[in-house]
């Protein structure tokens, strides 16, 4: 047979079950979604994480890549097939995918509520899916609709434009102690800032270890700060040990700076 005579050879090389890619392995990633697709049959598209990925409101590209396709098509080593019956079906980046609003609803039956809440901003921030459009689709007895209402209700824009884990650890000390929220990553003085409070004039800088622990990196910060206070800014600087260890006192740290600030 053909195909078993160019596998043997090397000239073909499989990739799933009659799929192949020729000459070698190495494909791009958006080959190897391809691939997946034409596995999956007429139909098929990227769903759940693997959607979310690709319309860049997950931060992680999933291990499995996980598809919605009608029919019976089995999951393969590397996919999961999710049958479907009737689901709408979009492209973007010139592929297949479930729309922004099915994404959410399939991503919010696994995710943690953090993760969600995050690909919420990250939808909205992208002006892919209005709050409006993605309440309408969260319809009770949809699978995912419950979870995706009670991110709606605590839905935190901000969360889009934090570039670190300790950043959003920051946000999550906020509103847990029920500080206000600040400006994520805001410009202040020809400076981004990891953290404002414009009316007071407050700004939190945040110390990751391998940022911030070297003589040059310890001589720029000061240099910020200085030009920060001499604006007029309120300029703490908190550190992941002190955001995670001690919040409490972050907290009380911050609270009387911004009461103080505000008379």
């Known amino acids: 047979m053909t195909i078993s005579r160019w596998l043997q050879e090397g000239r073909l090389h499989r990739l799933y079950p009659g799929v192949y890619a020729v000459g070698h392995r190495a494909v ?3 080959g190897r ?3 997946a697709l034409f596995h999956a049959g007429p139909g098929g598209m990227l769903s759940h994480a693997t959607a979310a990925w ?3 409101i997950w931060e992680h590209e999933p291990v499995r890549i996980h598809l919605s396709a009608r029919g019976r ?6 996919i999961v097939i999710h049958g479907r019956r009737d689901i709408e079906r979009t492209w973007h980046a010139r592929l297949p995918v479930t729309s922004v609003a099915q994404t959410l609803l399939d991503v919010a039956t696994k995710a943690s509520f953090d993760a969600l809440r995050r690909a919420l901003a990250e939808a909205e921030y ?3 899916i209005t709050l409006d459009a993605i309440e309408r689709e969260a319809r009770r007895g949809v699978p995912g609709s419950a979870a995706l209402r009670s991110a709606l209700v605590r839905h935190r824009p901000q969360l889009a434009l934090t570039r670190s884990v300790l950043e959003e650890r920051f946000l ?3 509103e847990a102690e029920r500080l206000p929220l600040p400006e994520v990553n805001a410009t202040v003085c020809g400076l981004m800032v990891d953290a404002l409070w414009k009316e007071p004039d407050v700004v939190v800088e945040l110390d990751g270890h391998a940022a911030h ?7 720029r910060d ?3 700060e200085l030009r920060l206070r001499a604006a007029g800014y309120l300029v703490f600087r908190y550190t992941w040990q002190q955001i995670t260890e001690q919040p409490e006192l972050v907290a009380a740290d911050l609270r009387a700076a911004l009461a103080r600030r505000s008379l």
């Open 28 to 30: 791009s990633t958006e």
């Open 33 to 35: 979604l391809a691939a």
């Open 54 to 56: 690709w319309w860049g």
């Open 73 to 78: 098509r089995k999951s393969a080593p590397g």
């Open 126 to 128: 992208r002006r892919l």
């Open 172 to 174: 999550a000390l906020c």
């Open 213 to 219: 622990a070297t003589s040059t990196a310890i001589e």
């Open 222 to 224: 000061r240099r910020r």
